[in-house]
């Protein structure tokens, strides 16, 4: 099975920037993908941005020009650099991970989800 860590998600003020990080962790074979989702109060998850293990990137249209999102393959880890932060980016960010794993003698892909971390944009 396959966990995710996240970090980075503080308080900031509007105007003001934020790194996130998630890593993998588990029986992984392989990563297809990692991306950040957020979920505000009252709102449906949406998604934030995307990447793949070749380096394709998908961004909501909302955060185009104020995010970059990142990956190291290697440690298995994921970022997402936002800048120009506004009040309506305050959510949870969920870490997604699409991974082949192994478990018990099967192989398969499935999506997995971190706990979340709060950003708050507020003065």
């Known amino acids: 099975q396959v966990q995710l860590v996240e970090s980075g998600g503080d308080l900031v003020q509007p105007g003001g920037s934020l790194r996130l990080s998630c890593t993998a962790s588990?029986?992984?074979?392989?990563?297809?993908?990692m991306g950040w989702y957020r979920q505000a109060p009252g709102k449906q998850r949406e998604l934030v941005a995307t990447?793949?293990?070749?380096?394709?990137?998908n961004y909501a249209e909302s955060m185009k020009g104020r995010c970059t999102i990142s990956r190291d393959n290697a440690k298995k880890t994921v970022y997402l650099q936002m800048s120009s932060l506004k009040p309506e980016d305050t959510a949870v960010y969920y870490c997604?991970?699409?991974?082949?794993?192994?478990?018990?003698?099967?192989?398969?892909?499935?999506?997995?989800w971190g706990q979340g971390t709060p950003v708050t944009v507020s003065s």
């Open positions: 588990g029986s992984i074979l392989s990563i297809n993908s």
């Open positions: 997604n991970c699409n991974a082949e794993v192994v478990h018990r003698g099967m192989y398969y892909a499935d999506d997995y």
């Open positions: 990447i793949t293990s070749g380096g394709m990137t």
